[in-house]
């Protein structure tokens, strides 16, 4: 019959997973089962830091790595959703001798999509005297599955990434005027000059997500695991 035809004919194509086109840096068209979801099968896009030189500070994230906010804001961890980047799928199934595939319970997936905003020539997006922001990254979770005659099955999550934030913890410049306080001087100072003559501006990340549940999350480059870290002179003036 046609239906078998057509189910013998997908699951011969897609029963093996292959990659029909590499593009960019990490861009790929996949044809094949769906990773760690028995009986479907399609077509997956993928292009995490795909640029286009006419919006230079966007870079589209078509299957992002950075997945950790899907994990923490997920009661029971990240989905099944297949690998990262967009899919496309069709349930196939074992019919009498054959394979028969389900049109009507069509399943696509957004996993971990989304962009960068970013500045011109690796520079922040912000960068004022008391207040610098690197990027903006956020990202998306959507998950569509049409079930013949019962309601479509839809599942939603978001994620967003505030990186390399500044926020300046003393005055501008610190003067060198009467009344100045050395130990206060000294403490507010960057530590990365002799003369304390710039601000303390730490730099740090926060990520937020939500799936099921809010996760938020502050890290730091510049210290280890999540902490953040406050850079203070070492001298700290007369005690």
């Given at each position: 019959t046609p239906t078998e035809f057509l189910g013998n004919f997908f699951f011969t194509l897609l029963n093996t997973r292959w990659t029909l086109l590499e593009f960019g840096q990490g861009g790929q068209i996949i044809i094949g089962p769906k990773t760690d979801?028995?009986?479907?099968?399609?077509?997956?896009?993928?292009?995490?830091?795909?640029?286009?030189?006419?919006i230079p500070n966007l870079v589209f994230q078509l299957g992002a790595d950075n997945t950790e906010w899907i994990t923490h804001s997920s009661t029971n961890g990240a989905p099944a959703l297949g690998d990262k980047g967009i899919g496309l799928y069709l349930p196939i199934s074992e019919s009498g001798n054959g394979h028969s595939v389900a049109f009507d319970r069509f399943n696509l997936v957004l996993n971990n999509v989304g962009f960068d905003i970013v500045g011109k020539n690796a520079q922040p997006i912000v960068d004022m005297s008391r207040f610098k922001l690197g990027k903006v990254d956020p990202r998306a979770l959507f998950?569509?599955?049409?079930?013949?005659?019962?309601?479509?099955?839809?599942?939603?999550?978001?994620?967003?990434?505030?990186?390399?934030?500044?926020?300046?913890?003393?005055?501008?410049?610190?003067?060198?005027?009467?009344g100045n306080n050395p130990i206060a001087k000294n403490v507010l100072g960057s530590g990365e000059k002799s003369d304390d003559s710039e601000n303390t501006n730490p730099r740090f990340s926060v990520d937020v997500g939500y799936h099921d549940k809010l996760w938020v999350n502050l890290r730091s480059n510049t210290g280890s695991g999540h902490d953040v870290i406050v850079p203070v002179q070492r001298s700290?003036?007369?005690?």
């Open positions: 979801v028995k009986g479907y099968y399609g077509l997956l896009l993928q292009a995490p830091g795909l640029t286009i030189k006419a998950e569509m599955t049409f079930r013949g005659k019962d309601p479509i099955q839809m599942d939603f999550g978001a994620g967003l990434t505030l990186d390399e934030m500044g926020i300046s913890l003393s005055p501008e410049l610190i003067s060198e005027g009467g700290f003036g007369p005690l």
